[in-house]
C-alpha cells in the first residue's frame, strides 16, 4: 500500500465531511430562507407586477390591463407626488435635523447627571411610548385655534390667536413640531447609550493635555460618537420618510398641499381613490427612494469608518 | 350510554309537543327563515338611532343582526375587501353616496329584486335621486334598472342657524345666498361667536360636500348631464367661479378663521358650543343639537333648506346612505338581509327610528303628527328640501373626482391659489380622469 494512501483517504474523507456539513447547513438553512425570501421578496415582487398594469373590476371579478410603463411615466407629472416628495424631504431633514440636535444636547446634559436617573429617563421617553393616535389627539388639542393651549399660552403676550395647523405658512412647521416632541426621546437614549459607552482613559487623557470643556466636546466627544450619530441620523432618516399618521390626523395633508407628504399620496392615491396600479406604481418609487437613502447613509458611515 | 335513560313516558311526549307548537306558534312568522347576518356601517352622528332600530327589529322578529361599526374610509376599505373576497364577510353594505356606484358598477351588489322577485318598493320611501336603481348595460341610476338598494340616511345639508339669536336681532330665516350673508354679517362677534362655520377641510369628502349647495344653488354642476352621459365639466364656468368666491367672501367676511382646517366634526363642536350662529351640515347631526349633555344650545337650534339664488330651488347635495345586499354571501343570508330592509322601511320602523333620533327615508312620519313636536322640528324642512336634492356622482369612479376637488377647493379657500384658476386646474383634472374612464366629455 503506498506511504500516501491512508493521508488521501483522510484527506478525502475530510473534504467528504466537509461537504456533508456544507450540505447540512444549507438543508437546515434554506427552509428558513426561503421562508423570509417568501415573506419580503414576494410582496415586493406582487407589487411591482400591479405596478405594470391597470386594475379595474368588472362583474365582480378583477380585470387586469396591462400598461407597460405609464404609471412611472405618469408620477412626475402628478402634483400631489410632486408636492408629497418635496414637503417629505422638508420635513425628514428639518424633523430629524432637529431631534438630533436637541438629542445630543440632552443625552450630553444627562449623561453628567448621577441622581435621579430613573426618573428623568422616564419622562424624557415618554413621548415615544404614546401611540400616534393619542400623539394626534394631544397635538390636535394643544394647536387648536379656539381653545388650544399654545393660543392661550400667545394671548398671554398679548398676541393674536393663530391657526397653527390651517395657515399654510405654520402648517408644515407644525407638524415637524410635534414629529421633533414625539421622537427626540429616541435620538437621545441612543446618543445617552453611545455616551455612556466612550472609553473614559480618552477623556483623562485630554485633561492632562489640559483641555477645556468644548474643546473636549468637540476633538473627543463628537469624534468618537461619529457612528452612533451617523446610524441614529439614518435611522430616523428612513422613519421619518416614512411619516404618515401625525399629518393624518393633524391635517389630512391640508391646508392644500402645504402637509402633503408622500406617505399620504400613496394613501390618498391606493386606497381613497382605489387606484391600484398606479397606487402600486408610487409605492415601487417610495421603496426606491428609501432604500436610496438607506444605502447613502451606510456608505457615508463605512467611508467615516474608512477615514478614521 | 343505555338507550333507556332516554325513553320518555307518553304524558312527557304530549307535554313535550305541546310546548313546542306553543313555542312555534307564538314566533315571528318572518322570524322562522332568517338566518343572522352581518351588517358594515360607519360610525356616523346617525349611527346610534339605526343601532336602536336595529335592536328593535331582533326584538320583533328574534332575527339576529350583527353591527360591524367603522370610522367612514374605514368602513369603505372594509366593504372593498369583503365583497372582492371569494366568500363575503358582510351581507348589508350601508353605502355612502360617495362609493355606491363604484359597488353597482363594479358587480358587488345583488339586486333586491333578484333575491325576491316579490320584494315591493314602499310607496313613501324616498328614491333620492332615484339612486337606488341601477341599469348596468346603460351604467344609469334610472327606475327602469333594477331596484339595488333602499335607502337607510337620507342625509343632506341642512342650514342651522340660531333662533334665539334670530328673534333678539329680528332677522327672518334666510332663503337666498344674500339673505344669508346679512343675517350671518348681523350676528358675527369674532372671536366669542362666527356668523358662519363653513367645513373648509380637505378630506375624503369634507369641504367639496361643503361646497355642493353653493354651487349647486347657483343653478352650477360640476358635469353638464350624467343622466344623459354627457360629462363635460361645467364646474370652472361663470356660475362655478361666482359660487367659489362666495363662499370664500363669506368665509372672509362673516366665517371663521379657521375654515381651511376645519372638518365636520370641528363644525358640529363649533355650533354645539355656541360658538356658531350658521352652520351648513348634514341633517344627521340635528339630535345633537338638544342633548343637555352635548349643548350648549338646546332648544335655540331651528332649521332650513341650504340658500339658493333667487329664482331656482334649493339643492341641498346628497351624501346619503343606502343599504345593499353584497353578491358573495350565501342565499340564506341574502334573503335574511332583504328581510330586514323589508321591515326597515315600513312605517312603524321609521317612525322608531326618528324617536330614535334618525332621519327618516320614508314620507309617512314627515306627515305623522310627531313632525309637529318641537323636538322634530326638523322634519319639516327637511321634508322641503328632499324632493330637491341632487345626486352629484353617478360613475363608479366618483373617488378620484372628489380627490380633485378637495384638494383643488381647499387651496383656494386657504388662499394658496385664486378662486378661477383652482377651479380651472380642478376641471382639467376632472375632465381628464373622466375621459381616461371613457366616458364622453369636454370643457364648457
Known sequence: MPIGEPRAVASSGKRGSLLDDQVWRWATFAPALLFMLGLSVLPLVNLVATSFHQVSWVGA????????????????????????????????????????????????????????????????????????????????????FDFGLVNKIVSLFGLMPHDWLGSPATALFSVIIVDIWHWTPFCFLLFLAGLESLPQDVYEAAQIDGANRWQELRYVTVPLMVPTIVVTFAFRLVLAFKVFDEVYLLTGGGPGTSTEVISFTLYQRFFTEDRVGYGSAMGVAVIFLVSLLLVVALNTRRKREGMA | MHMDAFKLTRRQTLAGAGATAMALAT???????????????????????????????????????????????????????????????????????????????????????????????????????????????????????????????????????????????????????????????????????????????????????????????????????????????????????????????????????????????????????????????????????DDKNKSAVVDKIEFAPPPHLPGLPTAPALGHWLGGVSKNVPDDRKRAAVEFLRWFQ?????????????????????????????????????????????????????????????????????????PAAALNGMADEIQAIVAKHGYKTGRA
Open chain 1, 61 to 144: 371579478s378583477a380585470v387586469w390591463q396591462p400598461v407597460g410603463t405609464a404609471h412611472y411615466e405618469a408620477l412626475p407629472n402628478d402634483p400631489l407626488f410632486r408636492a408629497g416628495l418635496l414637503n417629505t424631504v422638508i420635513f425628514a431633514v428639518s424633523a430629524v435635523g432637529g431631534q438630533m440636535v436637541l438629542g445630543f444636547a440632552l443625552a450630553l446634559l444627562c449623561s453628567r447627571i448621577r441622581g435621579g436617573r430613573i426618573f428623568y429617563r422616564t419622562i424624557f421617553i415618554l413621548p415615544i411610548l404614546i401611540p400616534g393616535i393619542v400623539i394626534g389627539a394631544i397635538w390636535k388639542l394643544m394647536l387648536n
Open chain 2, 346 to 418: 315600513t312605517k312603524d320602523a321609521q317612525l322608531h327610528y326618528a324617536k330614535s333620533g334618525g332621519i327618516p327615508i320614508s314620507a309617512a312620519p314627515y306627515s305623522d303628527p310627531i313632525a309637529e313636536e318641537r323636538v322634530n322640528r326638523w322634519m319639516k324642512p327637511l321634508s322641503k328640501a328632499l324632493p330637491h336634492a341632487v345626486n352629484i356622482y353617478q360613475f363608479p369612479e366618483a373617488a378620484e373626482v372628489i380627490a380633485v376637488l378637495d384638494l383643488g377647493l381647499n387651496r383656494a379657500i386657504s388662499g394658496e391659489i385664486e
Open chain 2, 27 to 289: 314566533r315571528p312568522l318572518w322570524a322562522a327563515s332568517a338566518a343572522p347576518i352581518t351588517i358594515v356601517i360607519n360610525q356616523s352622528p346617525w349611527f346610534d338611532s339605526f343601532r336602536r332600530t336595529v335592536v328593535r327589529y331582533e326584538e320583533e322578529t328574534g332575527n339576529k343582526v350583527e353591527l360591524d361599526v367603522n370610522p367612514f374610509a374605514g368602513s369603505l376599505e372594509k366593504q372593498r375587501n369583503s365583497v372582492r373576497a371569494a366568500n363575503g364577510s358582510y351581507d348589508l353594505l350601508i353605502m355612502n353616496s360617495g362609493w355606491f356606484a363604484e359597488m353597482y358598477a363594479g358587480g358587488f351588489v345583488e339586486a333586491i329584486s333578484d333575491i325576491d322577485p316579490g320584494f315591493t318598493l314602499d310607496s313613501d320611501v324616498y328614491t333620492l335621486g332615484n339612486t337606488i336603481y341601477f341599469d348596468p348595460k346603460t351604467r344609469a341610476m334610472t327606475p327602469a334598472g333594477k331596484l339595488m338598494s333602499i335607502p337607510v340616511q337620507p342625509n343632506v345639508p341642512m342650514l342651522y342657524y340660531r333662533g334665539d339669536l334670530y328673534k333678539e336681532a329680528g332677522l327672518k330665516e334666510p332663503e337666498t345666498f344674500a339673505e344669508l350673508e346679512a343675517n350671518a354679517k348681523a350676528l358675527h362677534r369674532p372671536p366669542s361667536r362666527y356668523g358662519i362655520v363653513q367645513r373648509g377641510a380637505r378630506g375624503t369628502h369634507t369641504v367639496s360636500y361643503d361646497f355642493y349647495p353653493y354651487l349647486y344653488g347657483r343653478g352650477g354642476g360640476i358635469f353638464r348631464d350624467q343622466n344623459v352621459g354627457d360629462y363635460t365639466v361645467t364646474l370652472a364656468n361663470d356660475v362655478g367661479v361666482a359660487a367659489l368666491e362666495y363662499y370664500i367672501h363669506l368665509a372672509k367676511e362673516a366665517g371663521h378663521p379657521q375654515t381651511a382646517s376645519m372638518d365636520q366634526a370641528e363644525v358640529i363642536q363649533n355650533v354645539l358650543t355656541g360658538k356658531a350662529a350658521h352652520v351648513m351640515v348634514v341633517i344627521a347631526a340635528a339630535s345633537q343639537m
